[in-house]
T-cell receptor, first 108, second 113 residues
Framework: RKEVEQDPGPFNVPEGATVAFNCTYS??????FFWYRQDCRKEPKLLMS???SGNEDGRFTAQLNRASQYISLLIRDSKLSDSATYLC?????????FGKGTRLHILP | DVKVTQSSRYLVKRTGEKVFLECVQD?????MFWYRQDPGLGLRLIYF???????EKGDIPEGYSVSREKKERFSLILESASTNQTSMYLC????????????FGSGTQLSVL
């Protein structure tokens, strides 16, 4: 079983809709969690950290469920510019583990 | 803004050549990383460094070496390039305190013919 797993998608979502995707991790000792965004042919960029209590940044909400070992990202009122690949990242003992990403296409 | 600069955006080399990929960061970050990214395989860690003159193997170090003589510069060396090293190479840096918050360079697309 891979340590970090994501549905590769693509998720095709109409503009203005709400979309959510999850990322599961296998090691309960994982300590910190992040979402990165990668546009086509560009480098990954940190989107947001994921805190135990859940956190929000504008239209983006990230949540952590330690009991079920997953993190989630919810995007409200999606924009065309949200089209990208979203990478889940887990940090365990200073090891940084990337998921393979979920592709999101926002449709006009 | 943190800037991580990779020396070339595109590079074409021949099999057997020695290839140097350079990465420079301007934010005095302790940690530096080299990844490669291939379709369907995601990001894979080649080497990383937590300090000057220090290096650690990542998940796929075979066929690569690195050099970190100065804090701001982390070089990836392909000793004898092979076609299976054709890939997108991404350099990243982070602070010692927030090691998993990576800042990436824009990548080098290397083609080995």
């Amino acid at each position: 079983r891979k340590e970090v797993e994501q549905d590769p998608g693509p998720f095709n979502v109409p503009e203005g809709a709400t979309v959510a995707f999850n990322c599961t991790y296998s090691n309960s000792a994982s300590q910190s969690f992040f979402w990165y965004r990668q546009d086509c042919r560009k480098e990954p960029k940190l989107l947001m950290s994921v805190y135990s209590s859940g956190n929000e940044d504008g239209r983006f909400t990230a949540q952590l469920n330690r009991a079920s070992q997953y993190i989630s990202l919810l995007i409200r009122d999606s924009k065309l510019s949200d089209s990208a690949t979203y990478l889940c990242v887990v940090n365990r003992d200073d090891k940084i583990i990337f998921g393979k990403g979920t592709r999101l296409h926002i449709l006009p | 803004d943190v800037k991580v600069t990779q020396s070339s955006r595109y590079l074409v080399k021949r099999t057997g050549e020695k290839v140097f990929l350079e990465c420079v960061q301007d934010m005095d970050h302790e940690n530096m990383f080299w990844y490669r990214q291939d379709p369907g395989l995601g990001l894979r860690l080649i080497y990383f460094s937590y300090d000057v003159k220090m290096k650690e193997k990542g998940d796929i170090p075979e066929g690569y070496s690195v050099s970190r003589e100065k804090k701001e510069r982390f070089s990836l060396i392909l000793e004898s390039a092979s076609t299976n090293q054709t890939s997108m190479y991404l350099c990243a840096s982070s602070t010692g305190q927030e090691g998993a918050k990576l800042f990436f360079g824009s990548g080098t697309q290397l083609s080995v013919l």
